[in-house]
């Protein structure tokens, strides 16, 4: 299953790009999600942001609805 | 039924001149059942960090799911203020210090309603709409990111 996954701000510079796509098996929640990225990019560790999943932030224990578009949101800052 | 208003383009292009500002103004006066207009401006600080002095922010967003957050601070607001109407209007891309980043302008009867909705908004922009930005720092291309506190 694929999944297409949009960086913000800081995020974006650490991944070295906005987007990519990945693969994953069917079974992942936001939390493994997050461990997952984590993994492939240890510089995120040290950064707070949160996971929103088709436009909705959603908590760690909640499964990932596939087909999904999910973003890395780091602090806000509008205003 | 709700009520529902219709969603309203909200990011523009670098700075929110004066001039924006006030012809935003004058295409009100026609709609004389409004007694009070609130209005709010930010703008961007010249702070000092470590690196030197902030020269502006260069903003961006999720774009999609920040205009679905505004449409939902507009829904909200109406629903929580007699509020006759509402705009909203924020920068993508950088906005130099001294110029204005943020422009919520909201009308009603009433000053109450005015005074509340306006705080309303900008506090419910401030914490949930996937904006983010850089503050440049001097000369050289130095930057940190700002976060909302």
Redesign the interface.
């Known amino acids: 299953m694929s999944i297409h996954i949009?960086y913000?701000?800081?995020l974006a510079e650490i991944a070295g790009q906005a987007e990519e796509t990945m693969v994953a098996d069917g079974n992942l929640t936001v939390g493994s999600f997050r461990n997952l990225i984590l993994e492939k990019y240890p510089a995120m560790r040290e950064r707070k942001f949160k996971v929103?999943v088709n436009?909705r932030i959603l908590e760690d224990f909640v499964p990932i609805d596939m087909p999904a578009e999910i973003?890395l949101?780091?602090?806000?800052?509008?205003? | 039924m709700e009520k529902t208003h219709k969603s309203k383009k909200v990011f523009v292009e670098g700075p929110i001149s004066p001039d924006f500002i006030s012809k935003s103004i004058a295409s009100h006066q026609s709609k004389t059942g409004i007694g009070a207009h609130a209005i709010f401006l930010g703008q961007i600080r010249a702070d000092q960090k470590e690196a030197g002095v902030v020269t502006g922010i260069e903003y961006t967003a999720y774009e999609e799911m920040a205009n679905q957050a505004f449409q939902d601070i507009r829904e909200a607001a109406f629903a929580k203020f007699e509020l006759t109407c509402m705009h909203i209007y924020h920068s993508l891309g950088v906005v130099p210090t001294g110029e204005i980043s943020l422009f919520v302008f909201v009308s009603s009867p009433h000053r109450r309603a005015a005074f509340e909705a306006s705080e309303f908004v900008v506090e419910e922009i401030k914490a949930n709409v996937p904006i983010f930005g850089k503050e440049l720092i001097g000369e050289k291309g130095e930057y940190v990111w700002k976060e909302n506190s």
Do not use: I, N, Y
Request: aromatic share 14%; charged share 0%.
């Open positions: 949009m913000f701000g800081m929103a436009q973003a949101l780091p602090p806000f800052a509008g205003g």
